[in-house]
């Protein structure tokens, strides 16, 4: 493999593994967007939508029925933490709607401990997923395209929903001024609650995608990708949509060319390199890359 060829090869795959971040940042972004909160259980309702698939897989089910069962698994899950936990919290100081967000993850990952094990799992193999997917000398598996391809429809399908359906745009009347928003008629906590269906929606996705390209999961697999989401919308400006995309992928192909480039006793040290150029990036325009400087009264 030529030089050039190697460059190719490691693009598409941090290309691969940025749609994957952008998927998971998008949700994190849309609840900052109106809540100005981290919602630092994403990660784990990713988990549990993946791991409320595998049962679907272990049946037989082909990969698109499993991926579906992930996405319902986890937006039902994500519903569910919103209704019984940030719904009452919601007229709460963001802090408290943050302290609530950890305890969530913490209460999710044991009790998906306590009914499954320690003992890593993965989806049931599907062949056609495995199969190596060639352009010229870079060397994919079906299962990158349809990263790839599913990210960029839902990310459309998103972007359409929000820019040109009604509870859209009572979305990003919401993300500028909640209280002007309630005023014109905005019903805030259904929007809300449509606001966390989309994103555990789309996280749900990216868990299923995940177990079937890794094939690695264990109830402590949102955490990684819920802390690469949150810092691809960071990057980006959380809290912009588009800025979440871009911030995913970027984060994506500086991991993929750190590994490929960097000795191996450097490059074990990936996440802490990612850290280092989210601090650059915060230091340099604290709004991140889309964002917009929040203006605060006194």
Same mark, same amino acid.
């Given at each position: 493999m030529t030089v050039f060829s190697e460059f190719l090869q490691h693009m598409a795959n941090g290309l691969v593994l940025g749609f994957l971040?952008?998927? $998971?940042?998008?949700?994190?972004? !849309? *609840?900052y967007g109106i809540l100005r909160m981290i919602n630092f259980a994403h990660g784990e309702i990713l988990m549990v939508g993946v791991f409320l698939a @595998?049962?679907?897989?272990?049946?037989?089910?082909?990969?698109?029925?499993?991926?579906?069962?992930?996405? &319902?698994? &986890? #937006?039902? !899950?994500?519903? @569910? *933490?919103?209704?019984?936990?940030?719904?009452?919290?919601?007229?709460?100081?963001?802090? #408290?709607?943050? *302290?609530?967000?950890?305890? $969530?993850?913490?209460?999710l990952q044991n009790l998906v401990l306590m009914l499954t094990s320690p003992q890593p799992k993965r989806p049931a193999p599907a062949p056609f997923l495995d199969q190596p997917f060639l352009v010229g000398e870079i060397v994919l598996r079906n299962v990158d395209l349809a990263i790839v391809v599913v990210a960029i429809v839902a990310t459309l399908a998103t972007h359409l929903f929000l820019k040109h359906t009604r509870h859209g745009r009572a979305l990003r009347a919401l993300a500028q001024d909640m209280s002007a928003a309630r005023m014109m008629g905005v019903n805030v906590p259904f929007m809300v609650m449509v606001c966390f269906l989309i994103g555990s929606a789309l996280a749900g996705v990216a868990g299923v995608l995940i177990g079937y390209k890794y094939g690695h999961l264990t109830p402590l697999s949102g955490f990684v990708p819920g802390l690469k989401g949150f810092v691809a919308a960071v990057i980006g400006g959380i809290g912009s949509f588009p800025g &979440?995309?871009?911030?995913?992928?970027?984060?994506?192909?500086?991991?993929?060319?750190? *590994?490929?480039?960097?000795?191996?006793?450097?490059?074990?040290y990936r996440d802490a390199y990612v850290f280092l150029v989210l601090i650059l990036v915060l230091l340099v325009k604290p709004s991140g890359l889309f964002g917009k400087p929040e203006t605060v009264k006194v």
């Open positions: 971040y952008a998927l $998971v940042g998008i949700g994190l972004s !849309m *609840v @595998l049962p679907v897989s272990a049946l037989g089910a082909p990969a698109w029925v499993v991926l579906l069962s992930g996405l &319902a698994g &986890a #937006t039902l !899950m994500g519903l @569910l *933490v919103q209704w019984a936990i940030y719904r009452p919290l919601l007229k709460s100081p963001e802090v #408290t709607l943050l *302290v609530a967000s950890l305890g $969530v993850s913490l209460l &979440a995309v871009v911030g995913g992928l970027i984060l994506g192909l500086l991991e993929t060319f750190l *590994v490929g480039y960097l000795p191996d006793a450097l490059a074990q």
